[in-house]
């Protein structure tokens, strides 16, 4: 069964934090890679980082350095700790899974979603 739920969003001011988490069922906690991604208002949706089987991760240029993904093997848990946060950070937030092997930002390759999690960045 693929179920990914995701929570944590809300409304913080320009330079606070939120970490958002996303629990899975063990059949989507299977695949290879897992990621965030979001989608503001009138814009495609993006990656904003992904972690790979391996523990390897990647990250959307705007992301680095003030964002971590992570994921806890004994909660099925994905999570994404977002620290300095900006206006332009504000989006919905979805947990995202795949079972390819290459593990990259394109949302396209990602077959599973969550509902998505607003974040909402007052500046």
């Known amino acids: 069964q693929v179920q990914l739920v995701e929570s944590g969003g809300g409304s913080v001011q320009a330079g606070g934090s939120l970490r958002l988490s996303c629990a899975m069922s063990?059949?989507?906690?299977?695949?290879?890679?897992m990621g965030w991604l979001r989608q503001a208002p009138g814009k495609e949706r993006e990656g904003v980082a992904v972690i790979g089987a391996d523990g390897s991760t990647d990250y959307a240029d705007f992301a680095k350095g003030r964002f971590t993904i992570s994921n806890d093997n004994t909660q099925n848990t994905l999570s994404l700790q977002m620290n300095s946060l900006k206006a332009d950070d504000t989006a919905m937030y979805y947990c995202?899974?795949?079972?390819?092997?290459?593990?990259?930002?394109?949302?396209?390759?990602?077959?599973?979603w969550g509902q998505g999690t607003q974040v909402t960045v007052s500046s």
């Open positions: 995202a899974a795949h079972g390819g092997y290459a593990c990259g930002l394109d949302p396209s390759d990602f077959d599973y």
């Open positions: 063990p059949y989507t906690w299977r695949r290879r890679c």
